[in-house]
């Protein structure tokens, strides 16, 4: 039977998985972003070919939803299984990324999802339809660095784990080696 270690190994993976994948979904779409956001000669073109972009994601197969959104839910199982019992010295690190992982699922659902839904109906509310578009490459954008945020933390708490098993084994290679070295220094006293 596995150990709770070991399947917090499993949880990470599935963090690091889930949240490499949805970076990749969501990187695809700096071809369009990165000319709305930072361009220096943009024109009307531009969005014109985002807005054309993001129509042609509206169309997107229930089946291919369906995997973002089991890659999703994988992730989330392996952030309930590092909060299942965290490390009290680095749960606050466990949480911070399940916070940001439901944040990043958050941000996809209400600005990246309306926003694609806007680009079909032509109904952008109080803003134009080039800004909606620059919103939705924002929010591209913001989902990235939050699940770099996911990815860094859960790099941090790897570091942290494997150099505090190397201070432990020091710890216990010197404790193991200080009685050896004691009983010598007696024997030769006792003499």
């Not at 089946?63 to 299942?84: A, E, H, N, R, T």
């Not at 990246?112 to 839904?117: A, L, N, Q, R």
Request: hydrophobic content about 45%; proline content about 3%; aromatic content about 12%.
């Amino acid at each position: 039977m596995l150990a709770y270690k070991d399947v917090c190994t499993i949880g990470t993976g599935l963090i690091l998985i889930s949240s490499s994948f949805i970076m990749g979904v969501f990187y695809a779409n700096q071809t369009y972003d990165y000319h709305l956001l930072f361009g220096q000669n943009i024109d009307q073109s531009h969005f014109d070919n985002s807005l054309r972009h993001y129509q042609t994601l509206y169309d997107t197969a229930s089946p291919v939803l369906g995997g973002l959104g089991f890659i999703s839910v994988l992730g989330l199982i392996g952030c309930l299984i590092k909060i299942y019992k965290p490390n009290p010295d680095l749960q606050m690190f466990e949480y911070a990324s399940m916070i940001m992982f439901v944040v990043g699922i958050c941000l996809f659902i209400t600005n990246i999802k309306t926003g694609i839904e806007s680009s079909v109906s032509g109904n952008w509310g109080e803003v134009t339809e080039n800004q909606g578009l620059a919103v939705i490459a924002s929010s591209n954008i913001l989902l990235l660095m939050v699940f770099i945020g996911v990815v860094v933390l859960q790099a941090g708490l790897w570091y942290s784990n494997w150099e505090h098993q190397q201070r432990l084994a020091k710890f216990y290679a010197e404790e193991t080696a200080a009685p050896a070295e004691a009983q010598p220094t007696e024997g030769k006293k006792e003499k």
